[in-house]
């Protein structure tokens, strides 16, 4: 039985295989110009063996493709961490995973993060925060660490009031509707998220629902430029590769950019927590 880490060691055996040929190399001529064991390209180039990074030095040397060695690299390092199961994550328990957070957000100066449905964790209150993380317990059957999970959160958001952070949030109109916990929590995580507009080290832009589609995208937060971190039902994707980093910095470009921020954001937030306030 195969998984991400295979099909991500075939990928990138594949793409070393491309600049082979690209250069007119056999698997032979380029084993025996690197000094290496007949079959070590083969085994390589079929996911059958995880090159080193000397390795992927010497394969770009002679195939004259030193270009593409930063992204080889990001991906060779990011083999064994670049898929997470939410399995192992939630066995291990939430409040684990939160506390990761706060380490790498701390020592993140910018922190731009696209948003579809849900309210970001920085943001969220309690109650909000709360309601998400017994959902998440009960659908993946995870142990119950919810109020662990819940102060580890809000510690994170620390970031907000000190140190020297960017955060600029895209937030779907939607995740002003999706509902999370009762009338009363939405409400409450509403007006919190009004307060939170005026931080100086947040900027909060509000994408209506009517916004034209002009790129792919799911759930993505980018640290600086360094490491984007994609959610999935089955996993999160640590994502390391400058050239698919640049993917997700324009793709959130053209989000942020249809996004509105400001009074037209807060009027937004506002007719939705009217609703709600009706309903409650």
């Known amino acids: ?5 295979d099909d991500a060691r075939r990928a990138l055996g594949a793409r070393l295989r491309e600049l082979r040929r690209d250069a007119g190399l056999s698997g032979v ?10 079959s070590k390209v083969s085994k390589i180039e079929h996911g059958r063996q995880t ?9 770009c040397h002679w195939c004259r493709a030193d270009y593409a060695v ?8 990011n083999l064994a961490a670049a898929y997470m199961e939410w399995r192992r994550v939630v066995v291990s328990r939430h409040a684990h995973r939160q506390r990761q957070a706060i380490s790498l957000e701390s020592g993140t100066r910018s922190i731009r993060g696209y948003h ?29 660490d919810v109020t ?28 002003l509707y999706t509902s999370m916990g009762s009338d009363a929590v939405m409400v409450g995580q509403l007006r919190h998220l009004l307060a939170v507009m005026t931080l100086p080290r947040l900027v909060v832009a509000i994408l209506p629902c009517t916004a034209e589609y002009h790129a792919p995208a799911t759930n993505f937060v980018i640290h600086d430029r360094k490491v984007v971190l994609v959610e999935t039902v089955a996993a999160e994707l640590t994502i390391t590769r400058p050239s698919e980093i640049a993917l997700y910095e324009r ?4 989000l942020a950019a249809q996004a509105v921020h400001g009074d037209a954001a807060r009027e937004l ?3 939705a927590l009217e609703r709600r306030s009706g309903a409650s």
């Open 1 to 5: 039985m195969t998984g991400p880490p």
């Open 29 to 38: 001529a380029l084993a025996t110009v690197a000094g290496w064991q007949g």
């Open 51 to 59: 090159p080193t990074e000397t390795d992927i030095h010497e394969w």
């Open 70 to 77: 930063p992204d080889l690299i990001a991906t060779l390092r």
């Open 116 to 144: 579809p449905r849900v309210i970001p964790g920085l943001v969220q209150t309690r109650d909000y925060a709360e309601a998400i993380f017994r959902r998440t317990a009960a659908f993946y059957r995870a142990p119950d």
């Open 148 to 175: 662990a999970a819940v102060d580890a959160r809000i510690a994170r958001q620390d970031v907000l009031h000190h140190g020297d952070h960017r955060i600029h949030y895209a937030i779907e109109e939607q995740a």
């Open 251 to 254: 793709s959130f470009a053209l």
């Open 269 to 271: 937030i506002t007719t």
